[in-house]
């Protein structure tokens, strides 16, 4: 006896529904059209022409990251809209850093059952970010995969690709004496949410509860997406005088000022020149969490260290101030090797 014949849908996966994710997020996807810019979303590979972009002899510069287990938060909420936008920053705040201009972003959504309402809110966030960033979004891919992920979940990754002249790569020129300019972060952003999360768990709060550093519930506080720097550093780089660019992410100051200092050179940070969020302070007391730890985990309320020349410190002080940016002088770099603190965390 023939038995009946099954189907894509049958086994969990609805190409449908796929196809009509696509038709959805076309126009946020469009919105993020720039010069280079050659096709549109559903072809096979994506299309980017850097001559068009601007570029006479170009060295690309790529990068790839996710969210974390900031996911995990947004996914027990309902407020998706915001990761989007982190995924995006985690790649363009760095390729940012190595000088580059980001171009164009790819994105891979995976879950185990396709919502079309969750998946376009994430996909739109990661337009908004790509749009505030200067950089299109040109293609991407969308993962149903039964059995892989509970009811609900989902995972992000994101793929950014930048462009710089031949000779303009960053860090560059990094000398004893520069200046440390740090920018200053909207929160938590997208890194250290394990530790984050066992906080929580130690407070004995939900993410519906009323949040106690901030107006709102903490499940909403703590989604503040992360800060893109891309125009306003990018604008500073133009202006002359920048020699170096830390991304503060998972590692904090401690572990990623650093990545930018060459042989024989280190960092002095006057931990008074700024103060620290209300969430980190939650965090600190709430989790017993000692400065070292505080400052090798998160950012701490810095999310980007603009390493500049002395002599033009303080008109690039200006520049990002006007940019939009909360700019604290944090130090200098100093012969030595690493990060030494002064000041109070506080």
């Known amino acids: 006896m023939q038995k009946d014949g099954l189907t894509y849908a049958q086994a969990g996966v609805d190409i449908d529904a796929g196809n009509a994710l696509v038709e959805r997020i076309k126009p946020a996807a469009k919105r993020t059209d720039r010069p280079g810019t050659m096709s549109g979303l559903g072809g096979f590979g994506a299309l980017f022409d850097l001559k068009a972009a601007g570029y006479s002899d170009p060295v690309l510069v790529a990068a790839t990251d996710g969210v974390g287990t900031k996911l995990r938060i947004a996914i027990d909420t309902g407020h998706l809209d915001g990761v989007g936008v982190d995924l995006v920053a985690m790649c363009v705040n760095d390729l940012v850093c190595q000088g580059a201009e980001p171009l164009f972003f790819l994105d891979y959504f995976a879950t185990g059952k396709l919502s079309l309402d969750h998946a376009a809110r994430v996909i739109e966030g990661i337009a908004a970010g790509c749009e505030a960033s200067g950089c299109a979004l040109i293609g991407g891919e969308t993962a149903e995969m039964p ?123 006057d931990l008074d020149a700024w103060s620290l969020p209300p969430v980190f302070g939650w965090l600190g007391r709430e989790g017993g969490i000692e400065t070292a730890e505080m400052l090798k985990t998160f950012n701490a309320g810095i999310g980007m260290v603009v390493v500049v020349d002395k002599d033009r410190a303080d008109a690039l002080e200006t520049l990002l101030g006007d940019a939009g940016e909360r700019v604290h002088r944090l130090g200098h770099v100093v012969a030595g090797q690493g990060v030494a603190y002064t000041g109070k965390l506080a």
């Open 147 to 269: 059995g892989m992920y509970p009811a609900g979940d989902f995972d992000l990754a994101g793929f950014a690709v930048g462009a710089m002249e031949r000779g303009t790569a960053l860090p560059d020129g990094v000398a004893e004496g520069d200046v440390l300019l740090g920018l200053a972060s909207d929160g938590v952003h997208s890194n250290g949410y394990s530790l984050v999360r066992r906080v929580v768990e130690r407070a004995g709060l939900g993410w519906d509860d009323a949040s106690p550093f901030s107006d709102g519930t903490l499940g909403a506080a703590l989604l503040a997406p992360t800060r893109l720097y891309v125009k306003p550093v990018l604008e500073a780089i133009r202006a002359g005088g920048v020699h170096g660019l830390a991304h503060i992410t998972g590692g904090g100051l401690t572990e990623n000022l650093p990545r930018v200092l060459p042989e024989g050179l280190g960092a002095e940070i």
